[in-house]
């Protein structure tokens, strides 16, 4: 069993990655194979919509978010971690996110794969990214797991918080327990979410 974490900050060592790295720790504990990508210093562009990747599910932007989608393929799991910019989900994570757009194809999906969430603010805007997290699971037919919200500004703070560190490891574990379970989403239904208008009539 694989569980990825997915660092959405450009910090590296920052407030995300700590809590990821907790995560990790328990799901290692409970057996998972783990692994930490983070976006420090890599460059993840946002979708051109250009729309390539409806037929064979590969995106055409030569970045590095093409070895990301092999990880995301690879893994049962994944824990989404995105810093608060600006009252939601810093622009990375939201790259990371539209660029899947091209896992909306049927071998190549993230379907029944258990999604979690850390997000890290300051002081506003935790919960509009994590309900957009946890939407973009809906959307994607995953299963949700829990999320861990905390709060910290300077690099490190959240090592203060003992019970955020705690969640954080509890996370991990539950990631595990929920693969465990096997979720499959009924296939006579439509892989993705659709909202109904002009282009669908
Ligand atoms: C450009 C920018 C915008 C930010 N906007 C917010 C915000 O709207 N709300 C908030 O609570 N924190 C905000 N912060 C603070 C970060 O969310 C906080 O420092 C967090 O710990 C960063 O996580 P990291 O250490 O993983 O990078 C902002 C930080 C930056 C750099």
Redesign the pocket.
Known sequence: MKILAISC???KQ????ILLGEALKGAQSDGAEVELFSVSGKTIAPCDACGACNEAGVCHIKDDMQPLYGKILDADGIIFGA?????NMAAQCKAVMDRTIALNHTERKMANKVGGIVV???????IDAVKDLYFYFVSRRMLAANYVSA?????G?VKSLEKGMKAAYDLGRQMVKLVEMQFEYPSEFPLMAIAYGTHTR
Do not use: L, Q, W
Request: aromatic letters at 20%; a neutral charge.
């Open positions: 900050s450009p910090r920052g407030n995300t990655e810093p608060i910019y600006f009252y890290v603010g300051a002081s506003f805007g935790n709060y910290g500004m300077a690099k703070d």
